[in-house]
C-alpha cells in the first residue's frame, strides 16, 4: 500500500514563525503535491512538483515556499506564519505525469496559527 | 475560478437508500475523474474513478457516471450505510494536477 506521511497532526505555531510541514511518500511516485483544506473551499493547491527540485505554483502559492531535495520528501515552509494561514494541510503523491492515476493522501497536519 | 463543482453542500440519506453525488466540470480537458472520501481529521481517501473514454464504473456499491457532453458526474451509493458518512470531494485531472469541488457532506440516518 502507499504510504503518505505527514510529520505532524496537530501544531500551534505562533504569529511571524517560520512554520515546516513536511510529507514523505514510500511509493517513488513522481508528483508531490501540497493542498489546504478550507470549510466552504474544499481543497485548494498551494504547490506541487514533478520532478526533484522542480516545483510550480498552485492557486495560492503566497506566503508558502516549497523544497524537494529528495523524490520523496516535499516540505512546505510558511516563511512567516499568519493567522490566515490556519488551516488543515494536505500532502498528496502521485504516480506519474499524465491521466489515469490517482492521488494519495496523508493524514493531514492541523495547523494553528496564533 | 473554480473548474470543479460540488453545488450541494449537503445531503442526508435513509440507511438502505441510494445517494447520488453531483459533481460539474468546465474544462473539457480533463481526462480523468475521481471522488474521494474524508473523514473529519484524516486525509482523504480514494474511492473510485472513471476515465473519460468511459461512461460508467463500478465498484461494489459504488458507481460513477460520466457525461460528457453536459459535463457533469455523479456518484451513486446503494445501499447507503451510516459508515458512509463523510465529505465526498470530486476531483478531475488534466497532466499533472488535480482539480477539486468543494465537497459535500453526506449523512446517512440509521
Known amino acids: 500500500d502507499v504510504k503518505v506521511t505527514q510529520s505532524s497532526r496537530y501544531l500551534v505555531k505562533r504569529t511571524g514563525e517560520k512554520v515546516f510541514l513536511e510529507c514523505v511518500q514510500d511509493?517513488?511516485?513522481?508528483?508531490m503535491f501540497w493542498y489546504r483544506q478550507d470549510p466552504g473551499l474544499g481543497l485548494r493547491l498551494i504547490y506541487f512538483?514533478?520532478?526533484?527540485?522542480?516545483?510550480e505554483k498552485g492557486d495560492i502559492p503566497e506566503g508558502y515556499s516549497v523544497s524537494r531535495e529528495k523524490k520523496e520528501r516535499f516540505s512546505l515552509i510558511l516563511e512567516s506564519a499568519s493567522t490566515n494561514q490556519t488551516s488543515m494541510y494536505l500532502c498528496?503523491?502521485?504516480?506519474?505525469?499524465?491521466?489515469?492515476?490517482?492521488?494519495?493522501f496523508g493524514q493531514g497536519t492541523r495547523l494553528t496559527v496564533v | 475560478d473554480q473548474q470543479v463543482k460540488q453545488n450541494s453542500p449537503s445531503l442526508s440519506v435513509q440507511e438502505g437508500r441510494i445517494s447520488i453525488l453531483n459533481c460539474d466540470y468546465t474544462?473539457?480537458?480533463?481526462?480523468?475523474f475521481l471522488w474521494y472520501k474524508k473523514y473529519p481529521a484524516e486525509g482523504p481517501t480514494f474511492l473510485i474513478s472513471?476515465?473519460?473514454?468511459?461512461d460508467k464504473n463500478e465498484d461494489g456499491r459504488f458507481t460513477v457516471f460520466l457525461n460528457k457532453s453536459a459535463k457533469h458526474l455523479s456518484l451513486h451509493i446503494v445501499p447507503s450505510q451510516p459508515g458512509d458518512s463523510a465529505v465526498y470531494f470530486c476531483?478531475?485531472?488534466?497532466?499533472?494536477?488535480?482539480?477539486f469541488g468543494t465537497g459535500t457532506s453526506l449523512t446517512v440516518i440509521p
Open positions: 512538483s514533478y520532478d526533484v527540485k522542480m516545483k
Open positions: 476531483a478531475a485531472s488534466e497532466v499533472d494536477q488535480f482539480y
Open positions: 511509493m517513488d511516485h513522481e508528483n
Open positions: 474544462n473539457s480537458m480533463f481526462d480523468y
Open positions: 472513471i476515465s473519460s473514454i468511459k
Open positions: 498528496a503523491s502521485s504516480l506519474r505525469r499524465g491521466g489515469d492515476t490517482e492521488a494519495f
